[in-house]
């Protein structure tokens, strides 16, 4: 049983690579330019910092210290204006800026600046009123800003010895509690998956825990449903053939955030393993062993459809790189890794065999996916066991 979810607010900033699962990045790579001094990384964490550097009022203006000039900077008045948190500007509520920005008086100008213990009252031109935390203000001047638009915690990378020690929560606790769905996200956003144990083995029971998270997400296989080795549908995954570690989705713009997996009943067949890969761990080592092949595997983009079924080709409105980055920070996001689903790669012929070469040092990073110390195989025996996988 497999169902498939999205969550528009994520409670991950990656796709790891799970029981069918790995992940994607990058941009197109010039030539044969390639960087050996690669921007990119595995992880970005919240800071820790609690310290800021005090913003000083200079005449009418109000300076922050930039981290990216190392100097004190003034804050434009037009942004200063537009980010005022007052209940005129934005609903106390909705948290949605009501201000209409292009309202503001080209000629605006700031009347006064009375800084407290705590932030600044701003007076301006227009008689408009606003203050501003003295903190958040120190913030503003800040370059990474990620740990406050993303949300971030922080990440636990594992290999196989994941299997003496894996994520799981109890059905009940999800079903009877917030709680026990906070807890449960929170795994699936550490480690990329978790176990839900006690789960009824049914169709409807299964529904109702992904409806715990968010609505279900529907594709070309619909929402929610059940399949066997029946070729119901034109892919490798309704047949009996064994499938190397993948992620699933890299023929659509934005694949499905979270799947579901429950095994209903295999009674006297014979197989069935699932393995589960940390498709970050595995870029990581990749970029400690091969930085170059790591770099082209993340600049390089790759086309990709599902074409089995007559009459319809999906694919996704551009090419991706198989790991992909966050544009501002340069850290690992997603993993787009999916060989059967694999199209053209997006290089000049004559350049193409770079990207083999990358994919075969990336053999290092197939080999390190496939490699028995970084995959935890299982069998879906455990009548009421689900795997959620981010």
Same mark, same amino acid.
């Given at each position: 049983?497999?169902?498939?979810?999205?969550?528009?607010?994520?409670?991950?900033?990656?796709?790891?690579?799970?029981?069918?699962?790995?992940?994607?990045?990058?941009?197109?790579?010039?030539?044969?330019?390639?960087?050996?001094?690669?921007?990119?990384?595995?992880?970005?964490?919240?800071?820790?910092?609690?310290?800021?550097?005090?913003?000083?009022? #200079?005449? *009418?203006?109000?300076?922050? %210290?930039? !981290?990216?000039?190392? +100097?004190?900077?003034? =804050?434009?008045?037009?942004?200063?204006?537009?980010?005022?948190?007052?209940?005129?500007?934005?609903?106390?509520?909705?948290?949605?800026?009501?201000?209409?920005?292009?309202?503001?008086?080209?000629?605006?100008?700031?009347?006064?600046?009375?800084?407290?213990?705590?932030?600044?009252?701003?007076?301006?031109?227009?008689?408009?009123?606003?203050?501003?935390?003295?903190?958040?203000?120190?913030?503003?001047?800040?370059?990474?800003?990620?740990?406050?638009?993303?949300?971030?915690?922080?990440?636990?990378?594992?290999?196989?010895?994941?299997? #003496?020690? *894996?994520?799981?929560?109890? %059905?009940? !606790?999800?079903?009877? +509690?917030?709680?026990? =769905?906070?807890?449960?996200?929170?795994?699936?956003?550490?480690?990329?998956?978790?176990?839900?144990?006690?789960?009824?083995?049914?169709?409807?029971?299964?529904?109702?825990?992904?409806?715990?998270?968010?609505?279900?997400?529907?594709?070309?296989?619909?929402?929610?449903?059940?399949?066997?080795?029946?070729?119901?549908?034109?892919?490798?995954?309704?047949?009996?053939?064994?499938?190397?570690?993948?992620?699933?989705?890299?023929?659509?713009?934005?694949?499905?955030?979270?799947?579901?997996?429950?095994?209903?009943?295999?009674?006297?067949?014979?197989?069935?393993?699932?393995?589960?890969?940390?498709?970050?761990?595995?870029?990581?080592?990749?970029?400690?062993?091969?930085?170059?092949?790591?770099?082209?595997?993340?600049?390089?983009?790759?086309?990709?459809?599902?074409?089995?079924?007559?009459?319809?080709?999906?694919?996704?409105?551009?090419?991706?790189?198989?790991?992909?980055?966050?544009?501002?920070?340069?850290?690992?996001?997603?993993?787009?890794?999916?060989?059967?689903?694999?199209?053209?790669?997006?290089?000049?012929?004559?350049?193409?065999?770079?990207?083999?070469?990358?994919?075969?040092?990336?053999?290092?990073?197939?080999?390190?996916?496939?490699?028995?110390?970084?995959?935890?195989?299982?069998?879906?025996?455990?009548?009421?066991?689900?795997?959620?996988?981010?």
């Amino acid at each position: 049983m497999q169902g498939s979810c999205e969550l528009h607010h994520s409670t991950s900033a990656r796709q790891r690579q799970t029981s069918s699962a790995i992940a994607s990045s990058g941009e197109h790579i010039l030539g044969h330019d390639v960087l050996h001094s690669s921007p990119f990384h595995i992880l970005t964490t919240p800071s820790e910092d609690a310290t800021f550097e005090r913003p000083v009022i #200079d005449g *009418e203006a109000i300076l922050v %210290y930039s !981290d990216a000039s190392r +100097s004190f900077v003034p =804050v434009p008045k037009v942004w200063l204006r537009d980010h005022c948190q007052c209940t005129t500007c934005v609903h106390p509520d909705t948290k949605q800026r009501l201000l209409d920005t292009f309202s503001i008086p080209r000629d605006l100008a700031v009347k006064s600046c009375e800084p407290d213990s705590a932030g600044i009252r701003v007076t301006w031109n227009d008689g408009h009123r606003s203050y501003y935390p003295l903190e958040w203000l120190a913030k503003s001047g800040r370059s990474n800003k990620s740990g406050e638009r993303q949300g971030l915690s922080s990440l636990s990378l594992w290999g196989n010895g994941i299997k #003496d020690n *894996e994520p799981e929560v109890q %059905y009940r !606790d999800i079903m009877n +509690s917030d709680q026990g =769905v906070g807890e449960w996200l929170t795994l699936l956003h550490r480690y990329g998956f978790c176990y839900v144990d006690g789960t009824p083995a049914t169709p409807e029971a299964t529904e109702e825990l992904l409806k715990r998270i968010a609505f279900i997400r529907h594709t070309h296989y619909g929402g929610f449903w059940d399949f066997t080795s029946d070729l119901a549908s034109k892919d490798t995954a309704y047949t009996s053939l064994g499938l190397e570690a993948h992620t699933d989705n890299t023929y659509f713009s934005d694949p499905a955030g979270l799947q579901m997996f429950h095994c209903l009943s295999h009674t006297d067949g014979e197989g069935g393993a699932s393995l589960l890969v940390d498709g970050f761990q595995a870029a990581a080592d990749l970029q400690k062993e091969d930085p170059e092949a790591y770099n082209i595997l993340s600049t390089v983009n790759v086309y990709t459809h599902a074409s089995g079924n007559e009459g319809i080709s999906i694919q996704p409105y551009r090419s991706f790189p198989v790991l992909q980055h966050d544009p501002l920070h340069h850290h690992l996001v997603q993993i787009r890794w999916n060989s059967s689903d694999r199209a053209a790669i997006d290089m000049p012929l004559e350049e193409v065999q770079t990207w083999y070469d990358a994919a075969a040092e990336a053999d290092l990073f197939i080999s390190i996916v496939n490699r028995d110390d970084y995959i935890s195989r299982f069998k879906m025996l455990k009548w009421g066991r689900v795997a959620g996988l981010n």
